[in-house]
């Protein structure tokens, strides 16, 4: 599987971004799939998740609010709606898949997934 991951840019405080996350090589429509970003200096940190069928998502506790998870399984895409940007959002973010989930119970632990895109800038000027 390989995932890539696309719509970062560069954006005011206040503003929005929606990420894309685009699998191909298999579908991964059986999977969670998760979003994660690194900003620099620091751990990557769990963004959000969604289960399999897009019933159930799980957000960092930051982000809730402010942005949505959702997916396509007809695409193979996963996407990541940011709404109400914030300097502290900027980071390198990456979409993952985790394959052998079907349950949100370790969406937020990254060493669970097994597939990563290459990840995507977002930088939010104050």
């Known amino acids: 599987v390989q995932l890539q991951a696309s719509g970062g840019g560069l954006v005011q405080a206040g503003g929005s971004l929606r990420l894309s996350c685009a699998a191909s090589?298999?579908?991964?429509?059986?999977?969670?799939m998760g979003w994660f970003r690194q900003a620099p200096g620091k751990e990557r940190e769990f963004v959000a998740a969604?289960?399999?069928?897009?019933?159930?998502?799980k957000y960092e506790d930051s982000v809730k609010g402010r942005f949505t998870i959702s997916r396509d399984n007809a695409k193979n895409t996963v996407y990541l709606l940011m709404n109400i940007l914030k300097s502290e959002d900027t980071a390198v973010y990456y979409c993952a898949a985790d394959r052998d989930a079907s349950l949100l119970t370790r969406a937020t632990i990254k060493e669970h997934y097994d597939y990563w895109g290459q990840g995507t800038l977002v930088t939010v000027s104050s």
């Open positions: 090589g298999r579908t991964v429509s059986s999977y969670v």
């Open positions: 969604i289960s399999w069928s897009g019933g159930s998502t």
